[in-house]
């Protein structure tokens, strides 16, 4: 396959999920999944035809090993992914309609640190894509984070970055000036209003516009109403498509790997909204939060 890459960098854990609808107290069956917020915009990306690259730290240890071949089964490139023998692979339970529970501290990618920027394939990369967790999981990652921006930067690479407000590990209120100032960073800015509202206090997406008015394209998302980019002066809207949601963990994911793709083709504005919604539908009717087999049959 040719073509622009989109490489995505941040942790990804082991997910387990029921198999079928309900709680993790109810149900028999589980799935063993790889769930990350930057490799499953990733798999989105690939799923849609395009190349897509991941990079982070993983445990040199059996969940690892079920990362990398799952996200490899996707049409993901993990060639360059560092495995970690001293740290295990994060792990997390989905428990639909009851939230998360992480299992993460001390995890091998909390070890990423700014010499890992040269074992990075930048080769063909057109958009990096990553997110504010990265910058919560320590000291070092944040300071990664900030440098494989400046190296995408420094070879005209755009920089797409989702807020990603993870209120769990950022303990110190650190996080609305920091996610802020990452977002100032980035080419490409994904928010929720309801993220927006809880760091900044912007409840609308004019509001988010105001406050990040340099961004040069700026995606504010309003859940089940729907989405507006900002590019430049003009602002576009496309609601969100009605489904029967029975999970909404790794929506934003599914929504940024489709507006992403459809960039990648140089779709305008309003069809990177639509493929965006339409690839969070998919995700939102599913147990899983990236691309599994079921959702490729229905992509």
Not at 16 to 34: I, M
Not at 152 to 172: I, K, T, Y
Request: proline letters at 3%.
């Amino acid at each position: 396959m040719t073509g622009p890459v989109l490489l995505a960098v941040g942790e990804t854990m082991a997910m387990v999920a029921p198999a079928a609808a309900g709680s993790v107290g109810d149900a028999e069956l589980f799935r063993v999944d790889a769930g990350g917020a930057e490799s499953n915009v990733a798999a989105h990306v690939a799923a849609l035809g395009h190349r897509a690259r991941w990079f982070s730290r993983l445990g040199a240890d059996p969940l690892g090993d079920r990362v990398t071949r799952l996200l490899a089964a996707r049409g993901v490139d993990v060639a360059g992914v560092v495995r970690d023998a001293d740290r295990p692979t994060g792990l997390y339970v989905k428990d639909p309609g009851n939230g998360v529970r992480y299992y993460r501290a001390g995890s091998a990618a909390s070890r990423l640190d700014v010499a890992d920027i040269a074992a990075i394939d930048w080769s063909d990369v057109a958009v990096l894509h990553v997110s504010g967790i990265t910058a919560a999981l320590s000291a070092s990652a944040a300071v990664f984070l900030d440098a494989v921006i400046d190296a995408a930067h420094a070879r005209g690479v755009r920089v797409s970055f989702d807020e990603n407000h993870r209120p769990v590990l950022w303990g110190d209120g650190a996080a609305p000036s920091a996610l802020a100032a990452l977002a100032r960073r980035a080419d490409i800015v994904f928010v929720g209003c309801d993220e927006a509202e809880g760091l900044w206090g912007d409840a609308a997406a004019d509001a988010v516009r105001t406050r990040f008015a340099d961004v040069a394209e700026l995606i504010v998302k309003d859940g089940d109403v729907g989405a507006t980019s900002f590019v430049g002066d003009r602002a576009v809207f496309v609601p969100s498509r009605r489904v029967e949601v029975v999970d909404a963990v790794g929506a934003g994911d599914a929504f940024a790997g489709g507006y992403l793709a459809a960039l990648l083709d140089d779709a305008p504005v309003e069809t990177r909204l639509q493929a965006g919604h339409d690839r969070a539908a998919l995700t939102l009717t599913t147990t899983g939060d990236s691309v599994a087999d079921e959702m490729r049959e229905r992509a």
